[in-house]
């Protein structure tokens, strides 16, 4: 369960603006043993690059709304090497400017030529060149540009559901105390609206995680179960020292 924990950063006076476009966030509103993960993109799928207590600071660059979910980008003010993307609501304050461009992408956006804007779609008629009045398309010439239309419309929707849709080989996990996050292969059956996801630590052995309604309900184990969500993403703990991360998408085979 997270902790509302308000922040007092009048108590903070070192912690001034850093520089223009720049302040400096502290993070809070974890439970007491948890850590916020700084991801490499701002989405709960993205790489872990590392992983901050409540209290740390942080140089906060600036948010933006990723599925009306906000990310801030930040900045370890302990270690410069620290640096990747926050949900805005463990910042206190979160900054509502804007993040800086990645340098690099900017340079080769800069660099890379623009395609032509796109030109409206003209109506059936008018693409058989029925746009005069005095020689209409014929109705099997309307019925074959739909079909076309038609083809390349479902052909369009299977690729994105097929990209969309595509798994990834497995979740961060950890087994061990003080262990750092690795990755665990994974397996999903599901049963109705149920599901049941099997994780195999890379070391061999497995533990099952069962969901209900979509949502962490379970497991194998005797231990306590508990979770917590990140946007998409459950944040799954069970006994004192296994941790899991797995999106609402794996979790429901999609």
Known sequence: MLIAAPLCLAALPALAQDAPGTIISIIGGLAPDDLLNIRATASPGGKIEARLPNGAAVK??????????????????????????????????????????????????????????????????????????????????????????AYALAFAAAANAQSDTALDAGIPCARHVGQPMTRC????????????????????????????????????????FRFTREGSLNMIRIGVSERFEITDALALGE
Request: net charge negative; glycine share 8%; aromatic share 6%.
């Open 185 to 224: 292969e994974i397996s999903v059956a599901q049963k109705g609206g149920d599901s049941s996801v099997t994780v195999t630590w890379p070391d061999r052995g497995a533990r099952i995680i069962n969901f209900h309604d979509g949502k962490p309900a379970g497991s194998d184990s005797s231990d306590e």
């Open 60 to 149: 906060n660059y600036g948010c933006k709304a990723v599925n009306n979910y906000p990310w801030c980008k930040v900045e370890d003010t302990q270690d410069a090497h620290i640096t990747g993307w926050a949900p805005a609501r463990y910042l206190s304050p979160n900054n509502p400017a804007s993040p800086p461009e990645d340098t690099a992408t900017s340079a080769t956006a800069a660099a890379a030529p623009r395609p032509p804007p796109e030109e409206p779609q003209l109506d059936i008629a008018a693409r058989l060149g029925g746009g005069d009045p005095a020689d209409p398309p014929s109705a099997a010439e309307i019925g074959q540009t739909a079909m076309q239309d």
